[in-house]
C-alpha cells in the first residue's frame, strides 16, 4: 500500500469526494468512523466523519481485492448482484463500523463466499426434484423457453402416468410429452367467413416490427388466389410510408382493392364501400404496449369497424417478458385470436405455450418466413408442440 492518507469532512459523501480528489477513482477506503471534535468536557463538540484511504490495491489480499473489482465495476463479484451489498473493500460494514485489519477482511471476504454458496445450494434445493430419467426432458422444456410452472406440471405428469420401464425409453417420452404440451394449446383453425351478405372483417393488431404487413398480404393472397375470394384490404397505418406502399403493391399484384385512412369515420367508410367483398382484411399501425394513448386511438379505429375477429399478431423471436406484456397490454383493446410470427428466427419456442397458457385467445396461424404467399401455415396444436418437445431448427412445413 501507498499513499495512506487520513481525510475528515462534515458528511461521508464530502470525505469520499476527498479520496476520489486527491487520491484518484482507484483509491482503497480501508476505515471510517464518526468522530466528535471541539467543544468542552464532551459537549459543544462537532460531528465529522473520517475516512483513512490509500493508493496500491496490487498488495492487498485476493479477497480484499475482489471487493475493489466491485467498487470498480458496480457488480458483487461473487454474487454478481448490484451494489446493493456493501463494498468489502470499503473498510466498513453496511452499519458503518470500521474495519481496518487485513486479515480480518480476508474473513469478510471468506463468510461472504460462504454465505453465496449457500444461496446457490438453497436455490438448488427449491428446483424440483424428478426422477434421473425426466431431468433432461425438465432441461430441455427449460432450454425450449417453456415457463418453469408448466415444465414442472408436464413433467410430474409423465412422473404420473408413465410405468418405470417407459421413462426409461426416450421416444416413449417424447411422444407421450408432445401429446400433453399439444392439449395445453389452445387452437382456433383457420378464418371461416361468415355466410351473411356482409363480409367478414378481420383486424390484425399487434406491436411494432412483427410482421403484421406482409402477415395480412399472406392472408390476402392466399383468400383470393387460393380460395377465389373477393377481398379487401384497409389500412390504417399511415405513421410508415413504407408500409403502406409495401401493402400497395401487394394489392397491385394479387388485383385487390386497398384504402388507406386515417380516422375512425373514414374507416367506416371504407368498409360500407367494401360490402360487395367476402372478407376485408383491416391493417393497423404498430403500437407499443407501452402506448395507453395510442392503444386507446387504436381501440376507437376498431369500434367504428367493428371486426368479426381481432388477431393479436406476436413475434415468436421475442423473449416471454415483452411478449407477455404486450399480450396483457393489447388484452385491453379485445382479442379473440392469435398469430406468431417469424419462427424461422426463433430461438425457442416453448414461448408460444406460455403466452397462449396466459390470454384467452386462440391460436391461429403461424409464420415461417418472409415469402408471399408461401410462408404461412395454420396453427395446429400437435406442430407446435412436436416443435418444443423436439427442438432444434424449424423444419419445412406440412402440407
Given at each position: 500500500m501507498k499513499n495512506l492518507k487520513t481525510f475528515e469532512a462534515k458528511t461521508m459523501a464530502d470525505a469520499i469526494a476527498q479520496v476520489k480528489r486527491r487520491?484518484?477513482?482507484?483509491?482503497?477506503?480501508?476505515?471510517?468512523?464518526?468522530?466528535?471534535?471541539?467543544?468542552?468536557?464532551?459537549?459543544?463538540?462537532?460531528?465529522?466523519?473520517?475516512?483513512?484511504?490509500?493508493?496500491?490495491?496490487?498488495?492487498?489480499?485476493?479477497?480484499?481485492?475482489?471487493?475493489?473489482?466491485?467498487?470498480?465495476?458496480?457488480?458483487?463479484?461473487?454474487?454478481?448482484?448490484?451494489?446493493?451489498?456493501?463494498?468489502?473493500?470499503?473498510?466498513?460494514?453496511?452499519?458503518?463500523?470500521?474495519?481496518?485489519?487485513?486479515?480480518?477482511?480476508?474473513?469478510?471476504?471468506?463468510?461472504?463466499?460462504?454465505?453465496?454458496?449457500?444461496?446457490?445450494?438453497?436455490?438448488?434445493?427449491?428446483?424440483?426434484?424428478?426422477?434421473?430419467?425426466?431431468?433432461?426432458?425438465?432441461?430441455?422444456?427449460?432450454?425450449?423457453?417453456?415457463?418453469?410452472?408448466?415444465?414442472?406440471?408436464?413433467?410430474?405428469?409423465?412422473?404420473?402416468?408413465?410405468?418405470?420401464?417407459?421413462?426409461?425409453?426416450?421416444?416413449?417420452?417424447?411422444?407421450?410429452?408432445?401429446?400433453?404440451?399439444?392439449?395445453?394449446?389452445?387452437?382456433?383453425?383457420?378464418?371461416?367467413?361468415?355466410?351473411m351478405a356482409e363480409p367478414t372483417i378481420i383486424a390484425l393488431i399487434g406491436p411494432t416490427g412483427v410482421g403484421k404487413t406482409t402477415t395480412i398480404a399472406k392472408l390476402a393472397a392466399n383468400f383470393r388466389l387460393r380460395e377465389r375470394k373477393k377481398v379487401g384490404l384497409i389500412t390504417i397505418d399511415t405513421y410508415r410510408i413504407a408500409a403502406v406502399d409495401q401493402l400497395r403493391t401487394y394489392a397491385q399484384i394479387i388485383d385487390v382493392p386497398l384504402e388507406v385512412v386515417t380516422t375512425p369515420s373514414q374507416l367506416r367508410d371504407a368498409v360500407d364501400a367494401m360490402r360487395d367483398c367476402d372478407v376485408v382484411l383491416l391493417d393497423t399501425a404498430g403500437r407499443s404496449q407501452n402506448d395507453r394513448i395510442k392503444l386507446n386511438e387504436l381501440k376507437c379505429f376498431l369500434d367504428e369497424a367493428k371486426p368479426h375477429e381481432v388477431h393479436l399478431v406476436l413475434s415468436s423471436a421475442a423473449n416471454v417478458r415483452v411478449l407477455s406484456e404486450a399480450i396483457e397490454r393489447f388484452g385491453t383493446v379485445g382479442i379473440d385470436r392469435v398469430i406468431f410470427t417469424k419462427l424461422d428466427e426463433a430461438a425457442g419456442f416453448g414461448a408460444i405455450l406460455s403466452c397462449l397458457s396466459k390470454v384467452k385467445a386462440r391460436l391461429s396461424y403461424i409464420t415461417v418466413g418472409q415469402d408471399v404467399p408461401e410462408d404461412i401455415e395454420v396453427g395446429r396444436g400437435r406442430r407446435i408442440a412436436e416443435l418444443i418437445v423436439n427442438g432444434g431448427r424449424l423444419a419445412s412445413c406440412p402440407e
Open positions: 487520491l484518484g477513482r482507484d483509491a482503497v477506503i480501508l476505515h471510517t468512523r464518526t468522530l466528535s471534535k471541539g467543544g468542552v468536557f464532551g459537549f459543544g463538540g462537532q460531528s465529522v466523519v473520517e475516512v483513512t484511504a490509500a493508493t496500491g490495491d496490487s498488495q492487498l489480499p485476493p479477497a480484499v481485492r475482489r471487493g475493489i473489482v466491485k467498487k470498480r465495476t458496480g457488480k458483487d463479484p461473487i454474487t454478481g448482484g448490484a451494489d446493493g451489498v456493501a463494498m468489502l473493500a470499503d473498510g466498513a460494514s453496511s452499519r458503518g463500523a470500521p474495519v481496518s485489519d487485513p486479515d480480518l477482511l480476508v474473513e469478510i471476504g471468506e463468510l461472504r463466499s460462504m454465505i453465496a454458496d449457500l444461496v446457490r445450494d438453497s436455490r438448488l434445493r427449491q428446483l424440483p426434484t424428478f426422477p434421473e430419467e425426466l431431468l433432461e426432458t425438465y432441461t430441455r422444456l427449460i432450454q425450449a423457453d417453456v415457463a418453469e410452472d408448466i415444465a414442472v406440471q408436464l413433467v410430474e405428469q409423465l412422473r404420473a402416468d408413465l410405468e418405470p420401464g417407459q421413462l426409461t425409453d426416450p421416444q416413449a417420452v417424447r411422444e407421450r410429452l408432445a401429446r400433453y404440451v399439444e392439449s395445453m394449446l389452445p387452437v382456433a383453425g383457420p378464418i371461416h367467413l361468415t355466410k
